[in-house]
């Protein structure tokens, strides 16, 4: 048996990646480097709890208005906490 699971990705995958770089500009340091912009993608990932879905539709559908609002916030919360850790790490990398 073949099974095909490469239309299997977390949905916070694109909504993590679209909201560091919308936020990148208020970011300077970090915001204009795309290795760090990676690292904090990468943070705030590790921060949610991962959401695989096969089709976009299969998430979204079945979300109330309030559970999507608190995906939402819960979205910005890990990117604005995975800057700051970014920012910080660099920083103590450059007092090294």
Known sequence: ???????????NENAVFDLVLAEAARHPGVGDNPELLADVACVALNKLAPRYIRHQVDYVFYLSNHE???HEHALQ????????F???RVALRSRV
């Open 77 to 84: 919360e890990a990117v604005e906490y995975a800057f700051g």
């Open 68 to 70: 999507r609002t608190e």
């Open 1 to 11: 048996m073949t099974v095909d699971f490469t239309t299997v990705h977390n949905h």
């Open 86 to 88: 970014v920012k910080t």
